[in-house]
């Protein structure tokens, strides 16, 4: 199931649409996707997308998610495609709330603890609340730029699992 609305400049094959396809038809299980971007312009654009029906009923069916499989970024040029998508006031704005990091969209503080932004709104993504209400969420990130933000959702909760390379493992666990 697909948990968010897909990054542009994001290729074909790892967008979430195609991830979400690929992996419904190696498991032979269903699949349940939307065409949407990520983050809008505003508030209201995002409300109006997230009125149509494939893409509320997706998010909305995400509360019955029991396994999801999420990226996380920490909050920095070239560590987070959100924060690489967005303008540098919303940036800005975000980092000022006490965001380092951030998984579906879900920004998160350096405790773990969720932080609602003036990007919360903008997003097509399920919510943070639903995010925080699936009981097994495996981080798959790596680098070691992102070592506190992945520190930080473990912390919190938000994740508890983590797909990573030996060096991001070991800079981890020197945190």
Same mark, same amino acid.
């Given at each position: 199931?697909?948990?968010?609305? /897909?990054?542009?400049?994001? %290729?074909?094959?790892?967008?979430?649409? *195609?991830?979400?396809?690929?992996?419904?038809?190696?498991?032979?299980?269903?699949?349940?996707?939307?065409?949407?971007? !990520?983050?809008?312009? =505003?508030? /209201?654009?995002?409300?109006?997308?997230?009125?149509?029906?494939?893409?509320?009923?997706? !998010?909305?069916?995400?509360?019955?998610?029991?396994?999801?499989?999420?990226?996380?970024?920490?909050?920095?040029?070239?560590?987070?495609?959100?924060? =690489?998508?967005? *303008?540098?006031?919303?940036?800005?704005?975000?980092?000022? +709330?006490?965001?380092?990091?951030? %998984?579906?969209?879900?920004?998160? *503080?350096?405790?773990?603890? !969720?932080? *609602?932004?003036?990007? %919360?709104?903008?997003?097509? +993504? !399920?919510?943070?609340?639903?995010?925080?209400?699936?009981?097994?969420?495996?981080?798959?990130?790596?680098?070691?730029?992102?070592?506190? /933000?992945?520190?930080?959702?473990?912390?919190?909760?938000?994740?508890?699992?983590?797909?990573?390379?030996?060096?991001? /493992?070991?800079?981890?666990?020197?945190?």
């Amino acid at each position: 199931m697909q948990l968010s609305g /897909a990054l542009a400049g994001i %290729s074909e094959d790892s967008s979430s649409v *195609d991830l979400v396809r690929r992996a419904g038809r190696m498991s032979g299980g269903g699949r349940q996707v939307f065409f949407a971007p !990520l983050v809008m312009p =505003d508030a /209201a654009g995002a409300e109006a997308v997230r009125r149509d029906p494939a893409v509320s009923g997706t !998010l909305a069916a995400a509360s019955t998610v029991t396994v999801a499989m999420v990226g996380v970024g920490a909050w920095e040029p070239g560590q987070s495609t959100i924060y =690489d998508a967005v *303008d540098p006031e919303c940036r800005r704005l975000v980092a000022e +709330a006490g965001v380092i990091g951030e %998984s579906v969209g879900a920004c998160f *503080d350096e405790q773990g603890q !969720l932080v *609602d932004t003036c990007l %919360s709104e903008r997003l097509i +993504a !399920l919510s943070p609340h639903q995010l925080r209400g699936i009981a097994r969420v495996i981080a798959v990130a790596h680098g070691v730029g992102k070592v506190a /933000a992945l520190r930080a959702a473990m912390t919190g909760d938000l994740v508890n699992g983590l797909v990573t390379t030996h060096d991001t /493992a070991e800079a981890l666990l020197r945190a």
